[in-house]
Structure formats: C-alpha cells, structure tokens
C-alpha cells in the first residue's frame, strides 16, 4: 500500500536524471508534486531554463540549508557519481548530524548511477541511515510502446528498509524498469550485461552494411524484427509481446544469419553473468528483460535515432562508452564482412562461436571497467 503523500522530496544534483525521474515524483506524490518536491544544483547557469521543464522550484548553490528548511522524507542524489562523496561528505552529513540532534526523522536516500555502493554512505552517515541505490533501464516510451515497463532495473537496499519504505522504493523504481533487487557487485554485473545488450544496434545496424555492400537494401527495422522473433522463440517466450516480430521480416537470405547472431549474442552474454556466480534463473529474468526491450528499441528506431540515444548515454570514460568502443574496436568490421561472406556463401561457420565469444568479452571487459571506475 502507498504511503500517504504527505511528505518532501529534495533532489540533489537536478539535471537530466531529476527531469527524468519524473513520472516517479508523479507516482509518489500525485499532485503535490508542484508543492513538495525540490530540486537543487550547484550551478546556477541552468536553472531558469530547468525552472521551465519542471513544476516544482529549482535552486542553486542551497542543498543544506534546503534540507533544513524542507525536512525531506526522501533525499535523491543524482549528480554525477564522482561527486557524491563530496555532496555526502559537505552537505548530508551535517544534516544527518543536526537531524539526530534536533530529532527529525532522517530521510531515505535515493541514490542513482554505478557508484559510489550504498555502504559509502552507511560508513559516513551512520549505520541507522537507510539508503537505496538504482539503476534504471532507462529506456524510454517509443511510438506508444512502453519499452520502460521491459527493461531492468536494479535496486541496492544499504540495510534493511521498513517494509513500507522498502515497498515505495520499489514501486519508485517499478515507473523505470522491471526491478531485480541486488547488492553492489549484483548490480555492477547487471548493469554491464546490460550495456553490453544495447550494442544489439550496432549489430543491427552492421548487419545492414555489410548486406548494403553487397547491393541489398534492408531496413534496420526488418532486421531488429527478426532478430526479437529470434530471441523470443530461443528463450522460450510465448506470442510477439508489446509489439509485433516475425523471422520472416527480413528477407530469406539473411534471415538464418540474423536468427543465429541473435542467439549467439544472447548466450554469450547469459554465460559471463552465470560466470560470475549468478543463479541463471535470475540471470535469466534480468537479462533476458533487457534483450527483449533494446531489441523493440532498435525495431522502432531509425539510425540517427539510435546514434543520437547512443551520444546521449555515452558518458565520456564512463561504462556505456566502454562498452561501445569495445564493440566497435573488435567486433564491427568483423560482422560486416561476415555478412558480406554469407551473402556470398562462404562464411566459416565457426564465426557464430566467435561473435558468442565476443559477447561475453565486451561484458567481461565492461564490468571489470566498472570496479576501476569505483576503485576496487
């Protein structure tokens, strides 16, 4: 049962994840959004512009003396991940400090990207502080396809939350994703499954080159389509879900080719998560959510919308980035010409081994890529 909506919510950090969350505020708060919800940032240079994509007040440069004069029951920080430690270290811990003092209640912590690990905060603020840490999909809606009710997030619960805050933080991150509560290395893994799945299209997409070489014109749609059809027959789901895929969109002759590089991406990607110790029921739901959702991605997708959504979560050093150069470092020009060698009938089948390999090298590769990034 929702908790009742009689409370503040302070976001530090506003920018496009504050915006992006949203619908969450909508779903917690109704329409008190405009009146309890507040959003903060450390510069001043676009929060007149912020102020007119948000109903609620925008601020800057105040995050503490916000939170002393809000009392927030929720506290989300979503600046960028190598700057909570220092937003925690100036800003939450004399709050916390002064909170206990005063006796207010102490907020929950809504914390988004990779790192810092919940922990963090329980060593600075204090082991009775409850703190959430989330990964979205982040996929959005898509010619009124929901794609964000397919794909999975991740949820890393500090310590152990009341059962009624626990519940609202899932359905917070239910308006996102599927949600697959994990602890800190769970959620590193998932996540770079999960990059790792959105390369499905530069697959697409290079598949569509090589056949262009050779003189074939197939849309990436046609292409994404079978290559769902493929997935969904492979993991054993029944009917076209959300949207239409059929095997027979594309043309015969490339329609085994995308049929097995779709199988052979998935397994490969299915074995590292299972590799690292994952129950493969659960590797499983997770993966096979985001599968379904970044192939219905590319199905409705043009190639300039799939670059521009590419630039946008490619942060510079960043997991996504890792990810993609990896992908287009070792792996395109390789599916490029094994198109053109299938159109030609002379492609070794050992090239469908290799591309599961390659899968489960990208994953490796981003996750290892994310313990550097937390320091591990």
Not at 82 to 107: C, D, G, Q, S
Request: charged share 25%.
């Amino acid at each position: 049962m929702m908790m009742e909506p009689n409370y503040n919510i302070v976001v530090i950090g506003m920018g496009n994840i504050g915006k992006f969350l949203m619908p969450g505020y909508r779903l917690l708060l109704g329409d008190k959004v405009e009146t309890n919800v507040f959003g903060v940032r450390n510069n001043p240079d676009k929060v007149s512009e912020l102020q007119k994509q948000v109903p609620f007040q925008v601020s800057a440069g105040n995050a503490l003396e916000l939170l002393r004069e809000k009392k927030p029951d929720i506290v989300i920080v979503s600046t960028p991940p190598k700057v909570i430690p220092l937003v925690a270290e100036e800003t939450l811990k004399p709050y916390f400090e002064e909170a206990r003092k005063e006796n207010w209640r102490l907020p929950d912590i809504y914390t988004f990207g990779p790192t810092p690990a919940p922990q963090m905060y329980l060593d600075l603020l204090g082991g009775d502080v409850l703190v959430a840490k989330f990964l979205p999909s982040m996929v959005k809606e898509k010619q009124g396809v929901p794609l964000q009710k397919l794909g999975a997030g991740f949820i890393c619960f500090g310590s152990p939350f009341p059962k009624d805050r626990e519940a609202r933080a899932i359905e917070f991150s239910n308006v996102f994703s599927q949600s697959f509560v994990m602890d800190q290395d769970q959620s590193l893994c998932g996540l770079s499954s999960k990059i790792t799945t959105y390369t499905i299209s530069d697959c697409v997409c290079a598949i569509a080159d090589g056949l262009a070489d050779k003189g074939f014109q197939v849309p990436i749609q046609d292409i994404a389509s079978v290559w769902r059809a493929a997935f969904r027959k492979h993991a054993g789901l029944e009917g076209q879900g959300m949207y239409p895929c059929r095997e027979t969109d594309a043309p015969e002759y490339i329609r085994e080719f995308v049929y097995r590089l779709s199988v052979s991406w998935y397994d490969g990607i299915l074995r590292y998560i299972v590799s690292v110790g994952f129950d493969k029921t659960l590797a499983q739901g997770f993966h096979g959510a985001n599968f379904e959702a970044f192939s219905l991605a590319v199905q409705l997708s043009d190639r300039n919308e799939l670059e521009l959504d590419m630039k946008h979560r490619a942060t510079k050093g960043g997991v996504t980035e890792k990810g993609i150069s990896t992908f287009r470092s070792y792996f395109t020009e390789h599916l490029r010409q094994a198109t053109r060698e299938w159109m030609d009938g002379t492609l070794d089948e050992s090239f469908f081994d290799s591309a599961e390999g390659i899968a489960y090298m990208i994953n490796m590769t981003v996750n290892r890529h994310s313990y550097r990034l937390a320091k591990r």
